[in-house]
Structures are given as C-alpha cells and as structure tokens.
C-alpha cells in the first residue's frame, strides 16, 4: 500500500508557498538587513558623489543608499515601461489645452493598460495593498515618479490619501480619473473623490475584494 500526500496537503502548500512569496515581495525595500560589498568606480564618479554628499549634508554611503534605492524600486521597470521624463512646465503647457472631457477618456484608457503593465512589471500580487504602495511611493514618493505629493492617512473606518501638486486643476482630473481606473481594475472598492484646483482627496472606506 502506497502513502502519498493529499491533495489538499499539496494545495496547502502551494498556498504557503504563494504567501510566502507575497509576504518577501511586499517588503518594497524596507527590510533592515544589509551587506557590504565592494565596488570599483571611476575617480570622476568618487568625486561627484562626495560633493552631493556634502550638498545634501549626508554621507556617502547614505547616498549610494538612496540611488541603488531609486533604481532597484523604480528605474529599472521604468526603464522597462519606457517611461520619458518632461519638466512640469512642458507638462502643464501641453494639458492647459486639452478639455476636461479628453483628459478623463485618456486617463482612463492608459490606467486600463498601465494597471496591468505597472502590476506585471513590479511582480506584486494585483491588490489594494500594491496600489497603496503605488500611490505613497511610486507616484508620490520624492524620489520617485513625483507626480504628487502623497499624505496618507489610515483612520479607523476609511484610508485617506491626500495628493498635492503644482500643476493645475486639469492635472487633478487626470490623476483622479486614472487612480480611480486602476483600482476599479484591481478590486471592488467603495472611493470618494474630491477634485481641487492643486491637490485630489480620495476616501477609501470599503474593504478591497481582489479580482481574480
């Protein structure tokens, strides 16, 4: 007589396995362990990074720190996505001429694509906790993609993200609207928005079901 594992023990352990998977990916570069490691660079470079270390008033090895942070959570899938960078100047002069009409139907067809591009990029499970993620860091962070300035807020009965910028009021129609569209994509979600001339509020207060 043969003893083999159940199928339910073998589901199990897929499950565990996912979790776990899910779990270390969620970290997003916050974990506390470090190496060291030695690395060879150009005199040219050396120079360069000690003098922005003292401008920002930091050490070196705290800015090599924010640069491998920089590109092991943000350029290396934006280098993916082929994403371009513009001044905010350019930015606001080529939208200030678009109706607001436009700027929702666009919002809405590129958060249709990038929802899928940005989750399959990054490796991270299609949930709310990844679009939090997104929103605080991705496009929020300084460091990041700045569209942005994000504070969020976890209150007892709602999450409440409020997003400032400087670049007008047909800006906020597009980040409402293409926010908006993601999470409609990745879950079934209760979101109130408000729409300012330089900031967008929005109040989460259902709890996200995924989409599978």
């Keep these: 007589?043969?003893?083999?594992?159940?199928?339910?023990?073998?589901?199990?352990?897929?499950?565990l396995e996912e979790f776990t998977i899910r779990t270390k990916q969620r970290n997003y570069g916050k974990g506390k362990k470090?190496?060291?490691?030695?690395?060879?660079?150009?005199?040219?470079w050396d120079m360069?990074?000690?003098?922005?270390?003292?401008r920002q008033k930091i050490s070196v090895n705290a800015l090599m720190d924010k640069i491998l942070r920089r590109f092991t959570l943000y350029d290396r899938y934006t280098d993916r996505l082929s994403i371009i960078g513009l001044p905010k100047r350019t930015l606001m002069a080529i939208i200030q001429f678009l109706p607001d009409e436009r700027i929702i139907e666009e919002a809405e067809n590129?958060?249709?694509?990038?929802?899928?591009?940005?989750?399959?990029?990054l490796g991270y499970p299609q949930?709310?906790?990844?679009?939090?993620?997104?929103?605080?860091?991705?496009?929020?962070?300084?460091e990041f993609?700045?569209?942005?300035?994000?504070?969020?807020?976890s209150l007892e009965t709602q999450d409440l993200f409020h997003?400032?910028?400087?670049?007008?009021?047909k800006w906020s129609v597009f980040i409402e609207t293409y926010l908006r569209t993601i999470?409609?994509?990745?879950?079934?979600?209760?979101?109130?928005s408000r729409v300012y001339n330089y900031a967008v509020t929005l109040r989460v207060s259902s709890l996200p079901t995924v989409k599978r």
């Excluded at 360069?48 to 003292?54: D, V, W, Y």
């Excluded at 999470?183 to 109130?192: D, G, P, S, T």
Aim: aromatic share 12%; hydrophobic share 35%; glycine share 4%.
């Design 127 to 142: 949930d709310y906790e990844t679009f939090k993620y997104l929103v605080i860091e991705h496009f929020g962070s300084p």
């Design 163 to 169: 997003l400032q910028h400087n670049l007008g009021r």
């Design 1 to 15: 007589m043969k003893i083999g594992k159940s199928k339910s023990t073998s589901k199990n352990k897929v499950k």
């Design 110 to 121: 590129t958060a249709s694509l990038d929802a899928i591009d940005f989750f399959n990029s």
């Design 183 to 192: 999470l409609r994509k990745i879950a079934n979600i209760n979101v109130k």
């Design 145 to 153: 993609a700045r569209w942005f300035q994000c504070f969020y807020h």
């Design 34 to 44: 470090t190496i060291t490691r030695t690395f060879r660079i150009k005199d040219d």
């Design 48 to 54: 360069i990074l000690h003098e922005e270390a003292e």
